[in-house]
């Protein structure tokens, strides 16, 4: 492929204080996405996922490293200079009604950034309301509504036409249908998808539940501790993991056509503090495969068929 | 003894509007099954369907004032609880039943120390001493999978991760050696290997004691992990029945297909999911004659707007709540 990707992160690290501490939420991320792609961010919860994604929004402080859109680089721009970037990035998250202000209808609410950003007025500004309502698969004449009146659904439609109302070229999906019943969620994955085909908007989707990665991204990164242990597409990945944490991810994940679950009272290991990640692999006190290397070295990340993968036995 | 651990008679559930002259909402409406001893059962649906308040309404833990059972019977090895004063009610079902719930802290009181809470019942009964009962606790902590059992009796609950509190509230669950474990959503906060952990201990418990389960979740794929038989919940009633696998390979009712249909599998990448257009309908309304999935089905007939069709056997061990031709649900 041609030119540079449209979002390209490199050696990303996000750092919190916690007390006295310091907690490394991110470490080290790369990661490439291009035009028309979506990749799939996931793992379990505290593995820098939510993290990573507002530091690419610019909503949480870089310590260091880059991300640029299309070249030009975002990290150090000043809140001013982020107005235009605002055009082309949009964040849509989990909970749409902490993001929906109960006081605008929904007219009001999908409008708004038109106005801001595409300076639309009057009835120009109200066809386009309109025809965005349709697009996301609300009834326009609930225009006048306000967020309480529609059902969870389709208040995340509303969140996702936001997004959409000034034309972003890369959207931020955090966790958008975890809070959904399956029908519901199906419903937005497949707006999700029918939207990235007619507006060939690249998508970042985090998510922990790997089925609706398997419906969804091309390519998929694996994050653990803060780290991106593989990138693959999704279609390898789902083939055969090439972490041993991806694999034991795939593995738990109970499945509608899979066997009854084996009784096991005593397998209790537990996600590391990311306070104190293990020295060595960070994954490696619970992984099946650790060698004595892992325990006090940390893998770099080595290629596989079609990502990477930071696992010694990839070496 | 003989004949299935419990029996739901057509158990109404109404929970009260707050403003008097409003109609109650019918949130469980008509919902009979049965559990047999040993059995897994898994009570499946979307927000709102009457799952929770029916686990709820077995253990007479409807949220007070408004929530009240408003008809039908709860019969365990034949004794009709719903009938039973509240003394003798409440002493079948602290020691013959238990739940568990999605927020381990609805049950774990955050000021006792985990040693503290699992020994109060046994203490407060008499009979046996503070050492004893403590003894008994740590076994049970080590036997649903926590490390360092003896350390964690002096741990309060915020000082455990999600996974280990979920643990601890079982073992609290098992102290009286229930007949019947009522999980809601067990798992459902959990992240996807702890939560296969616990549901390989709920296995392993199951095996163990023949503990019969009733498991309420909206996650199909726990379902199939870990229940004999299925019931799928839709507006208040039960829909459809069966084996589990055999449920998920056929339904046998729309609204299960769409269910499954709806679900992304981490097997294969459909092509579409199914998504179901409209919502459930409102049960504080006066009821509608016909079905109440019928605005929303795809194999809708004007007929299924005139009766509301009965749960019936339509082959071994399954029923349903349909008119459509089984042909047609292939």
Redesign the interface.
């Known amino acids: 492929m041609s030119g540079p990707p449209l979002l390209a992160v490199e050696d990303l690290s996000v750092d919190f204080r916690v007390g006295e501490a310091r907690l490394r939420a991110v470490d080290s991320v790369s990661l490439e996405l291009r035009a028309g792609e979506t990749l799939a961010l996931v793992g379990?919860?505290g593995c820098g996922k939510s993290t990573l994604a507002r530091a690419i929004g610019g909503l949480v402080r870089v310590r260091h490293g880059s991300v640029r859109l299309a070249g030009s680089e975002l990290v150090g721009l000043s809140r001013r200079a982020w107005k235009p970037i605002r055009r082309r990035v949009q964040m849509v998250f989990q909970d749409p009604d902490a993001s929906l202000n109960p006081r605008m209808n929904a007219a009001a609410l999908i409008g708004e950034p038109m106005l801001v950003h595409r300076r639309l007025r009057g009835r120009e500004l109200d066809r386009e309301v309109c025809k965005l309502m349709e697009r996301v698969g609300l009834d326009p004449t609930l225009r006048t509504h306000f967020p309480h009146a529609f059902?969870g659904g389709q208040r995340q439609r509303i969140g996702i036409a936001r997004a959409l109302a000034v034309e972003p070229e890369l959207l931020l999906c955090d966790e958008v249908t975890s809070a959904l019943?399956?029908?519901?969620?199906?419903?937005i994955?497949?707006l999700l998808r029918e939207l990235q085909r007619q507006l060939g908007i690249a998508i970042l989707f985090i998510t922990?539940?790997?089925?609706?990665v398997?419906?969804l991204a091309d390519r998929v990164a694996v994050m653990y501790l803060g780290q991106i242990v593989e990138t693959a597409s999704?279609e390898a990945l789902?083939a055969g993991a090439g972490h041993p944490y991806s694999e034991?991810?795939?593995?738990?994940?109970?499945?509608?056509?899979?066997?009854?679950?084996?009784?096991?009272?005593?397998?209790?290991?537990?996600?590391p503090s990311p306070l104190a990640p293990p020295p060595g692999c960070r994954f490696h006190p619970r992984c099946a495969l650790a060698l004595e290397r892992c325990t006090r070295e940390a893998p770099g990340e080595y290629p596989i068929a079609t990502g990477r993968a930071r696992c010694f036995l990839r070496a | 003894m003989s004949g299935p651990l419990l029996e739901v008679d057509a158990l109404r559930v109404q929970i009260d509007a707050e403003d008097p002259d409003a109609r109650p909402v019918r949130a469980v409406d008509g919902v009979s099954f049965e559990i047999e001893r040993g059995e897994v059962l898994g009570l499946v649906g979307e927000s709102g369907c009457g799952k929770t308040l029916t686990g709820l309404a077995l253990l007479g833990r409807l949220p007070r004032p408004r929530g009240r059972i408003a008809g039908g019977a709860v019969r365990l090895d034949g004794i009709d609880l719903t009938a039973l004063a509240e003394p003798e009610r409440r002493a079948i079902r602290g020691r013959r039943m238990a739940m568990i719930f999605q927020d381990p802290m609805t049950s774990l009181n955050p000021y006792l120390r985990i040693g503290d809470q699992l020994i109060e019942g046994a203490v407060w009964q008499g009979g046996v001493t503070r050492r004893a009962a403590l003894r008994r606790a740590e076994a049970l902590l080590a036997r649903v999978g926590i490390p360092d059992a003896r350390a964690r009796l002096r741990s309060f609950p915020h000082e455990l991760s999600g996974g280990m509190r979920q643990r601890a509230m079982i073992a609290m669950a098992l102290l009286a050696e229930p007949d019947l474990l009522i999980a809601d959503e067990p798992t459902t906060a959990l992240d996807v290997t702890i939560q296969a952990q616990i549901l390989a201990l709920l296995a392993a418990l199951r095996a163990e004691r023949g503990m019969s389960m009733l498991l309420i979740t909206h996650d199909l794929g726990v379902v199939a992990g870990l229940c004999d038989r299925v019931l799928v919940m839709y507006a208040g009633q039960i829909v459809e029945s069966g084996p589990v696998r055999a449920l998920f390979d056929r339904p046998y009712h729309p609204y299960t297909r769409a269910l499954l249909r709806s679900t992304p599998r981490i097997g294969a990448r459909a092509a579409r999911l199914a998504s179901l257009d409209g919502l459930p309908p409102r049960l504080d309304a006066a009821p509608m004659p016909g079905c109440r999935f019928e605005p929303r089905c795809a194999l809708a007939r004007p007929a299924c707007r005139e009766a509301e069709p009965a749960l019936e056997g339509i082959a071994e061990g399954r029923d349903r709540r349909c008119i459509a031709g089984l042909e047609e649900l292939a």
Do not use: M, W, Y
């Open positions: 379990e919860s059902s019943d399956v029908s519901i969620q199906a419903q994955l497949e922990h539940d790997l089925a609706v398997r419906h999704a789902f034991a991810l795939l593995a738990a994940v109970p499945r509608v056509d899979g066997p009854p679950i084996a009784a096991a009272a005593d397998r209790s290991d537990e996600v």
